[in-house]
């Protein structure tokens, strides 16, 4: 990755990693070692390979401890899967492991963070014993979560794709590398787009700065229709990039994952709270963030475009009712509909 963003552009966007990751990129794999091997490249080598075709922790500790006892005595290579992944760590992403309420009413972050029941109906965040009482004590009934949030923030994925020259380049294709022929071909070339620039002309004068799609909905994670758990994860898409880009796999990041027994529902807004205030620090005031192109640093902000889901998860987002007489957000008031006589069901007309 060094060699991908330039030892530089790497010290200047990465700068609390670099000292680790460049000892680790020197320190040969044994002493003697004639074949440029060196500690960091050999990880990842094998890490990838590991990934690539799907291989156990398990077999893989395996693998790590038959490999260093092959090699000369006093070789660098770890014994384990973990060790290895402590090696990595100052590569990878943080997450943020939240404490969620099993009801849905608040997580435990902020003023809540040291709380061990919930404040609005008292039940425990930890899992309690037939015979165990919730106490107010916060160092009492401490054992396992009942429910756990994990958030990966957007803002450090930011800065590790504008560190790539290629990808900052990329990010600014929507005013430098489409054809502006008046035909419909980018989310630049709707009217939406037009307008938020007219609205916000400091936003839009920066082609930097990013408009994003959220996209979410449930999915059952083991398949089967009897299974009750649900997973909701959210997504995050980057129209700057270019239509044969912005939908890869590559750029859709995931930042979220709500998991339970139920879906969250109306309740999703509670969840979505550590992305919004990331968001909301995006638009207000923006983070520094060095771009591996330009060689310059600048402040980068961002905004949500719009929202990819169905008509269910749209009124979870919006909390908008999506049920009743008045189902439709567009006509309202004046939606059309007739209820069936027998079924009682409704049916939407002119939609």
Not at 88 to 94: I, S, V
Request: with cysteine; glycine share 6%; hydrophobic share 35%.
């Amino acid at each position: 990755m060094i060699c991908d963003l330039g030892q530089e552009s790497f010290q200047q966007a990465h700068a609390p990693v670099y000292d680790t990751l460049q000892t680790d990129s020197k320190k040969p794999l044994y002493p003697g070692c004639k074949n440029l091997l060196t500690l960091l490249s050999t990880v990842l080598s094998l890490v990838n390979i590991k990934a690539r075709y799907g291989w156990s922790d398990k077999s893989f500790s395996s693998l790590l401890q038959v490999v260093h006892d092959m090699l000369p005595q006093d070789n660098t290579l770890p014994k384990s899967y973990y060790q290895a992944k402590k090696i990595l760590c100052a590569m990878g992403m943080e997450y943020q492991k939240i404490n969620a309420f099993p009801n849905d009413c608040i997580l435990y972050r902020h003023q809540f963070q040291e709380m061990s029941k919930c404040p609005r109906c008292g039940v425990s965040r930890y899992k309690l014993k037939d015979d165990e009482v919730c106490s107010s004590d916060e160092n009492s009934n401490k054992g396992p979560l009942v429910k756990v949030l994990w958030y990966l923030p957007i803002i450090p994925r930011f800065k590790r794709l504008f560190a790539n020259g290629d990808d900052a380049k990329d990010l600014t294709w929507h005013a430098n590398g489409r054809n502006c022929d008046g035909m419909l071909r980018h989310p630049t070339d709707s009217l939406q787009w037009k307008k938020i620039n007219h609205l916000y002309p400091d936003f839009g004068k920066e082609t930097r700065n990013l408009r994003l799609g959220l996209a979410t909905d449930g999915m059952n994670p083991y398949g089967s229709l009897s299974t009750q758990r649900s997973s909701w994860p959210v997504l995050l898409v980057i129209y700057n990039l270019p239509p044969w880009l912005c939908m890869k796999r590559k750029y859709m990041m995931l930042y979220m994952m709500i998991t339970g027994p139920r879906q969250p529902g109306n309740d999703i807004d509670v969840y979505l709270n550590p992305l919004i205030e990331d968001l909301t620090k995006l638009w207000d005031e923006g983070v520094l963030v060095f771009d591996g192109f330009r060689n310059e640093t600048f402040n980068l902000r961002a905004m949500l475009f719009c929202t990819i889901n169905d008509f269910p998860a749209y009124g979870n987002l919006s909390g908008y009712s999506v049920k009743g007489h008045r189902a439709c957000p567009i006509c309202e008031e004046d939606t059309s509909y007739i209820q069936l006589k027998h079924g009682r069901k409704i049916e939407y007309t002119r939609h």
